[in-house]
């Protein structure tokens, strides 16, 4: 061996790192560390729904609810303002009848009276 | 001196103070093969405790106290040079890289180990680590070859190359005997 690698041998001999560096391992092993779930365990999950999973489904279900109640409520009175529209033009469309009709016999009335007088 | 076994049979059977002791036992070797590889201590650090998280979560494979040394040495290796090519990805710029305060020149043993783990550390990475196996471990060349996953001769031709290059920039910057 030469001086040289004798002072290598100095030069890079170990050191120890920072104190508490154990713990920090372990710290780090617990962080990173999931316990395995046993088989029923796992049979379980797949039946029940995940609180954040039911809420997003509880939030959904509620818009689409009021969605839908809006619209059918919005349809209901279209078609009540629809339905009122027509009875106008029906009653409309009765006086205008009724006022074609009072015509038609004023105007028959005076053509019978007409040639009895000559 | 190697760990007793029935600590490494305890630390799989999840005994947390078996593990606790293998960490003690082995983290001046971790910590010091990525120190000389690295050469900046925060980052040896980190590399050490990936390295001790990569064993918890390999424990089983682990046959007996050298194959965990052995291991230990080889993943630490590996995972140099992944680090090494990770970092050189972005630029950086270390302590240790900057130049020293001008200050009279004291020739003491401190100062010459650090120049000469700070000229380790400008080596390139395979034959930095061969240094690191070699003197800081004390290992024969084929243990190393084998650690490395590569042929004697190769480990050979880098060492002796390794050392001429040392010698000639100790000799040249320090201007001591060699």
Avoid at chain 1, 54 to 78: D, H, M, N, P
Avoid at chain 1, 92 to 98: E, G
Avoid at chain 2, 153 to 169: M, P
Wanted: overall charge positive.
């Amino acid at each position: 061996m030469n001086p040289l690698e004798e002072r290598l041998i100095e030069s890079l001999r170990r050191k120890d790192p920072s104190p508490g560096f154990e713990q920090k391992v372990l710290s780090r092993i617990a962080t990173q560390t999931v316990p395995r779930a046993g088989l029923w365990q796992r049979m379980l999950t797949g039946l029940t729904i995940p609180r954040y999973r039911l809420t997003t489904v509880g939030l959904t279900a509620a818009l689409l609810i009021s969605v839908g109640v809006a619209g059918y409520y919005q349809e209901q009175r279209k078609r009540a303002e629809g339905e009122a529209a027509k009875s106008q033009v029906m009653l409309a469309l009765q006086i205008a009848s009724n006022r074609l009709n009072q015509a038609q016999k004023a105007v028959l009335g005076r053509g019978n009276r007409s040639p009895s007088r000559d | 001196m190697d760990l007793g076994e029935e600590t490494l049979t305890k630390a799989v059977r999840g005994d947390q103070a078996a593990f606790a002791a293998i960490v003690r036992h082995h983290k001046s070797m971790v910590y010091s093969i990525a120190y000389h590889f690295l050469h900046e201590s925060w980052q040896a650090e980190e590399l050490a405790q990936d390295v001790f998280l990569q064993l918890f979560q390999n424990l089983k494979k682990i046959e007996s106290s050298a194959h965990l040394t052995f291991w230990l040495r080889r993943v630490t290796s590996h995972r140099c040079i992944d680090w090494n090519r990770r970092q050189s990805l972005r630029p950086r710029v270390s302590l240790e890289e900057l130049p020293e305060p001008a200050a009279p020149e004291v020739r003491s043993d401190p100062l010459l180990a650090r120049r000469l783990r700070q000229l380790v550390s400008n080596l390139p990475e395979k034959s930095r680590l061969i240094i690191a196996l070699r003197y800081q471990e004390d290992l024969q060349l084929a243990e190393i070859a084998e650690i490395l996953d590569i042929p004697l001769n190769t480990v050979k031709s880098h060492l002796q190359r390794s050392l001429a290059k040392l010698e000639e920039q100790l000799t040249s910057t320090e201007k001591l005997p060699v």
